[in-house]
């Protein structure tokens, strides 16, 4: 699977001056891998704006581009040869990356991420892997002998369709002892096939009567609970209203004579009003010591 490198960068708009500290790279070599572009990722933009790429290289040179991020469909990729840069900086000792957005008032833009690609668009599943200094025993700013660090690997599907079965493999890095891994749970909804369920289907409780859903059938058996496994940890909203932290696992909330029950675990008891005929929804969220993710 490949390793994709994410930069983090300064946006900057026209109208605010922004000191870009022009060193913070670190002599980034941005042609690792034989990239020979930038990779600008949109979510989304009303209209046509420019985008101007300064790239600053050791010895205060800068190399410039303008690129026109087009209005219309998203997500888009717009593809930023390193070819079409002019100025006398480099690639290969990158300090500071700024991108400017000059627009028209009214006009949205909404950027996902600027990276370095081959591609003129993300491959269809991809991992980034990112690593940090989680203690700087030294005070050096960078990982030492002794210093703990974190690494995140971050597995995207770019396409529309599901991906199972993905797989994520990696060496552990050179001089370093891989500790404890944790994988961040993913929830997915539940529920009846349809809005309108029949006896036996999943979720469906008969008239007057309390629904009783063990762990077995809950929440939680369609989830990724990843590692250490996940639990819920709140649930609300829908037909209780307010947010999903209204209520804790574990406790009972009521809606106009219906009360629900839902448990760490992923049971849950709901008992309907006399008359309560149709759907009752809620949201609930799982988390784990690293993350958390909410669903329906
Ligand atoms: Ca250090
Ligand atoms: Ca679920």
């Known amino acids: 699977m490949a390793l994709a490198t994410l930069l983090v960068l300064c946006l900057v708009f026209p109208a605010s001056a922004v000191t870009i500290a022009t060193t913070g790279l670190g002599s980034l070599n941005l042609t690792t891998g034989s990239q020979d572009a930038f990779l600008l990722g949109v979510n989304s933009c009303n209209q046509s704006v420019n985008v101007t790429i300064t790239v600053y290289s050791s010895g205060a040179t800068t190399k410039t581009a303008t690129i026109v991020v087009p209005a219309g469909t998203t997500p888009n990729y717009v593809q930023i040869p390193f070819s079409t840069f002019t100025g006398t900086g480099n690639f290969t000792s990158v300090g500071a990356i700024q991108l400017v957005v000059n627009s028209s008032p009214g006009a949205s833009l909404v950027l996902d991420f600027l990276r370095t690609s081959s591609t003129a668009s993300p491959p269809l599943v991809e991992a980034t892997l990112t690593d940090v ?98 639990l819920v940890t709140f649930f609300g909203g829908g037909s209780l209203g307010g947010p999903i932290t209204d209520n804790a696992a574990g406790t009972s909330a009521a809606a106009s004579g219906n009360t629900l029950t839902v448990n760490a675990d992923g049971s849950l008891t709901f008992v309907p009003s006399s008359t309560f005929v149709g759907n009752f929804t809620f949201s609930y969220r799982i988390a784990n010591s690293g993350a958390v993710r909410t669903l329906r």
């Open 133 to 230: 200094v989680l203690v700087d025993n030294d005070g050096n700013g960078k990982a030492s002998a002794g210093d703990p660090l974190r690494y995140i690997v971050r597995i995207n599907n770019n396409d529309v369709v599901a991906k199972p079965g993905v797989n994520f493999s990696a060496p552990t890095p050179a001089n370093t002892t891989l500790g404890a891994v944790s994988t961040t749970p993913i929830a997915r909804n539940d529920g009846p096939p349809s809005a309108s369920s029949t006896p036996g289907q999943a979720f469906h409780g008969s008239f007057n009567t309390t629904l009783n859903i063990p762990a077995a059938a809950g929440l939680l058996t369609n989830d990724f609970v990843g590692s250490p496994a996940a």
